[in-house]
């Protein structure tokens, strides 16, 4: 019988299959979350255009306000696909959902790219868009969940941290990509242009990526985990039923690391911009220039600490990362008052600390959830707390600011949802180099024929 060859040529040749595969699952996984924040920074920055082509001319601000409210809804809608995706990839596997959310997504996003507006098909063309953007958060709802459980069941043990990490590497990349279109498109077209046809551009070019990362997805194999649950007939039938019956407390510490990576990131990323040409006097220019180079640094440091977390562990990095927020929030926010340098020197350390929550978050809340119910737990936690505590940044910033006529409120909340995380890590164990597929996933000894999944080796 022939033996298998344990030398070291074929070590190098497994190291670079793993590296290959986990190359083409990173794709897969992170593609998804690209499309949707580039479509996402792309609506914010061409509000005001949106307005102008969507909804009558008489009142300017009723149009933005009309469009920032049919953003505000679809982001409503997500716990509702998040309920929705979330047992479903955990009845029907990881692939089909993932495949399926970015169908809906940027389906819906080439068609508001297409919609006529206005001045042509009147009050239907509103009703449209806001139905098209409902489409696009449920859809978004089933994103996360999707491809958190892929991308932590299909990375290899060791660098688990690693690879989920560029699921933010893509939100990340898809901000910016936005940003960048919008501004080529504002410096090198008039008004005119840019609201006759302009604005249609990146939600044109949204189209070829999703078609791009369906094709990817559809290609790719099931995560071995869900694998091994039909292998040994043991896909829930029930999940968010099984999932509240038996991990009612993982789902909470789910939700509190990640209310501590939405607030941060909605204030850091989005509302630092507003909060800098308002109540800092500085100019939109700079304060653009700025979340630029926070999110620039995030690509850098957010894998890296993702590595940092394989190597020390997942506690280590979000502990470290918390208490920075905890005890640097409110000098960052009074450091920012001293002028424009300290301003800088304020959000590259938030967009540090940020980067280190981004960095772990994600993986260590899809290591505490067996896989019957993993993606059910990550989809429904993520996407409530995201509801409650990310969209509502900019107006409760505002409406505290406005009451209390004190420019430190940012600062005070961050310390809050830091410590809300803080309370949840402390409760949690280390799973850094955990098994993915529990006992309790396959409670009866799988058969001699049943594949250890690949995941699980180091």
Avoid: C
């Amino acid at each position: 019988m022939p033996t298998r060859n344990t030398g070291t040529t074929t070590t190098e040749a497994e190291v670079a299959t793993d590296v290959v595969a986990l190359r083409r699952n990173v794709a897969a996984g992170a593609i998804g979350v690209f499309v949707h924040w580039f479509d996402w920074a792309a609506y914010a920055y061409l509000a005001g255009t949106v307005a102008t082509v969507f909804f009558p001319a008489e009142d300017s601000t009723t149009g933005l306000l009309a469009v920032f409210g049919v953003f505000a809804v679809s982001f409503g809608v997500r716990p509702i696909g998040a309920m929705v995706f979330g047992p479903l990839g955990d009845r029907i596997g990881r692939k089909r959902t993932l495949s399926l959310v970015i169908f809906m997504m940027s389906g819906a996003t080439l068609t508001i790219g297409l919609l006529p507006g206005y001045a042509t098909i009147g009050v239907a063309a509103p009703v449209l868009l806001l139905v098209l953007r409902l489409i696009q958060g449920f859809a978004a709802g089933g994103e996360f969940g999707s491809a958190a459980s892929f991308l932590a069941e299909s990375a290899p043990r060791r660098r688990r941290g690693f690879g989920v990490s560029w699921l933010e590497v893509g939100s990340l990349l898809g901000f910016l990509a936005g940003s960048f279109v919008f501004l080529l498109l504002s410096s090198g077209l008039d008004d005119s242009q840019l609201t006759s046809w302009g604005w249609r551009i990146p939600f044109l070019i949204a189209a070829p990526l999703g078609v791009i990362g369906f094709i990817i997805r559809n290609k790719i194999e099931d995560t071995p985990e869900y694998r091994a649950l039909e292998a040994n007939d043991t896909v829930p039938r029930s999940p968010v039923r099984e999932l509240l019956r038996t991990e009612k407390r993982q789902l909470l510490q789910a939700a509190g690391l990640m209310t501590a990576m939405h607030v941060p990131f909605y204030i850091v990323l989005t509302y630092l911009v507003t909060y800098e040409t308002d109540h800092l006097g500085q100019s939109s220019d700079n304060a653009a220039l700025l979340s630029t180079a926070i999110s620039l640094l995030g690509l850098l440091f957010v894998p890296l600490f993702g590595l940092l977390s394989d190597r020390v562990g997942r506690k280590p990095v979000f502990v470290g990362a918390t208490v920075a927020l905890l005890v640097l929030a409110v000098p960052a926010f009074l450091l920012m008052r001293t002028g424009l340098v300290g301003t800088w020197v304020a959000g590259l350390v938030l967009g540090v600390i940020l980067a280190a929550i981004l960095g772990t978050y994600a993986v260590w809340s899809a290591e505490i959830f067996p896989t019957r119910t993993r993606q059910s737990g990550l989809s429904i936690a993520y996407n409530i707390t995201a509801a409650l505590f990310a969209g509502t940044v900019p107006y409760l910033m505002t409406v505290l600011i406005s009451a209390t006529s004190s420019t430190l409120l940012p600062g005070f909340y961050l310390m809050v949802f830091a410590v809300g995380g803080l309370v949840a890590a402390l409760s949690l164990r280390e799973t850094a180099g955990s098994a993915m597929l529990r006992p309790e996933d396959v409670p009866d000894p799988a058969p001699e024929d049943v594949p250890v999944p690949a995941a699980e080796h180091s």
